[in-house]
């Protein structure tokens, strides 16, 4: 391989040139998290780089639709900052502050969560409950992928060498939609994530009529947990039922591991209860 | 030993891997060709490939600095500037103890975690930058009076993460504090004084210090 060499375009468009040619193994560095960390570790073999973080167009968030519309240079202190964001994706705000701590929320980007696919990204699962897509951008033009379609796999992403991350959408809140976020890591701040949940769900009638659910840490990367709704869709909240679609979700929908920070039987029995617990939560209206 | 060349022994193989590159190495790549085919030849393109000279914005004045693609902010405040700016510490290199905290437009951040190159025309504040000549801070007053310190290699950084908080809220609570100085750890274990400190800083700034 030859050596590495870090470019660091100035504009959009000075940044779409560079990629326009890149290596497949070119790496995109935004707010650096979690690269810089791999660099210093050895983990991840030196290659082209192009730094993104300059790039002031990709940053800032906007009404779209009734939604929200982030930049993909977005960093979880802006979120916590931002009114909009609050108004229209209160969860997702939730967990910009639960990640690291200030120095890493100041650096700690939207698009960097996704662009990265750590299983443990914390933003990735709010963003898969809450129905975001992910606007790609390259110089012969953009498309727009639902975030589980874009997460692919272990650090993998739908994203093509060409391609950066211009932007993330959440749709309009649908009418009712309940929110709840956890994240269980092993102390409040600046840890990553043993276990992280985030839940969208409404109920009419007593009964559920829509449950979308997603998971980080439990399995190659964030996921959704179809089995909650399968389980819970057209059903009343009743604690028997919780109880059977948490169980069934840590079941079925998870893959976790055992690694330095957490064993998998621990992993899918801590995923299990605090779905339950947010699942009632969710249920008393809280 | 010279402190670089601890430094360097600290990090080992992998950071210099990454480090070492661009300078002498390869011919253009098809990024760095992309790059310049579709770039307008007198436009100013930053293709950092090469140690390049950048001015940095530090404590108010600005400095020369020789710097590669992949230099750390870090390594540049120590070892790239003139006369070093060595009060930004090195310790953990991987943006989870605290030491290297410097301001960024005011944010605390990890110049550890930070390219040198992406900060550019950022006003940047080291710990060197809170002292008017030998007037201290109020933080810095407040870390000397309440013990906020017992060996003193972290101290820099807390004193940027405190400085940071204070100077966007100087009415920040005990909670409000803990969570702003989550970031940066203390082995000798004085965070109980450190938090004190920060609440006495508060309550100067509050009254009127500088």
């Known amino acids: ?286 | 030993m010279t402190e670089r060349r601890v430094e360097e022994e600290r990090r080992g193989f992998s950071r210099r891997a990454f480090l070492q590159g661009a300078g002498g190495v390869a011919a253009a790549s098809s990024l760095t060709e992309a790059v310049h085919a579709a770039q307008d030849p007198a436009s100013e393109v930053q293709r950092m490939r090469g140690p390049e000279e950048v001015e940095l914005r530090v404590n108010g004045g600005t400095l020369p600095a020789t710097v590669e693609p992949r230099t750390t902010l870090l390594d540049a405040l120590r070892h790239r500037v003139d006369p070093p700016l060595t009060g930004t510490k090195l310790v953990c290199g991987e943006g989870a103890c605290g030491a290297c905290t410097v301001l960024v437009d005011g944010r605390p951040m990890y110049a550890c975690m930070l390219l040198a190159a992406d900060v550019v025309g950022r006003e940047i504040r080291t710990v060197e930058g809170l002292a008017d000549g030998d007037g201290l801070s109020p933080v810095q007053e407040a870390f000397c009076e309440k013990d906020g310190l017992m060996c003193g290699f972290c101290t820099p950084g807390f004193l940027m993460s405190a400085t940071g908080l204070l100077e966007r809220k100087p009415d920040a609570d005990a909670e409000e504090v803990r969570r702003a100085l989550s970031g940066n750890f203390c082995r000798c274990g004085t965070q109980p004084h450190i938090f004190e400190a920060v609440a006495e800083a508060g309550r100067r700034l509050r009254e009127g210090g500088r």
């Not at chain 1, 890149?22 to 995109?28: G, V």
């Not at chain 1, 009114?83 to 229209?88: G, K």
């Not at chain 1, 692919?152 to 809140?173: F, M, V």
Request: charge should be positive.
């Open chain 1, 1 to 286: 391989m030859s050596a590495p060499r870090v470019t660091v375009p100035r504009s959009l468009d000075e940044a779409l040139a560079a990629l326009a040619g890149a290596a497949p193994e070119t790496l995109l560095l935004a707010g650096g998290t979690d690269l810089m960390v791999e660099f210093e570790s050895g983990r991840t073999a030196p290659r082209d780089v192009v730094s993104l973080w300059r790039l002031d167009e990709l940053r800032g968030v906007r009404d779209e639709g009734g939604g929200l519309r982030m930049g993909a240079l977005t960093t979880c202190a802006d979120l916590l900052g931002s009114d909009l964001a609050r108004a229209r994706a209160d969860v997702l705000v939730d967990a910009a502050a639960e990640v690291g701590a200030v120095q890493i929320q100041n650096r700690a980007t939207v698009g960097g969560n996704l662009g990265t696919a750590s299983p443990a990204a914390d933003l990735n699962p709010v963003l898969l409950a809450l129905g975001a897509t992910v606007r790609l951008r390259s110089a012969s033009g953009s498309r727009d992928l639902p975030v589980e379609e874009f997460l692919t796999g272990y650090r993998a992403t739908a994203r093509r060498p060409d391609e950066l991350i211009e932007s993330i959408a959440i749709p309009a809140r649908p009418a009712g939609e309940r929110r709840r976020f956890r994240k269980v890591g092993t102390r409040r701040a600046q840890s990553i994530s043993k276990v992280v949940v985030a839940l969208a769900a409404t109920l009419a009638d007593g009964r559920f009529t829509a449950v979308r659910a997603a998971a980080g840490s439990v399995a190659p990367t964030a996921v959704l947990l179809p089995s909650l709704a399968a389980e819970l869709v057209g059903q009343p909240p009743d604690e028997a039922r919780l109880d059977a679609a948490a169980r069934r979700a840590a079941r079925d929908d998870a893959a976790p591991i055992d690694d330095v920070r957490s064993t998998a039987a621990y992993r899918r029995l801590v995923l299990q209860r605090v779905l339950r617990t947010e699942l009632g939560a969710l249920a008393a209206g809280a």
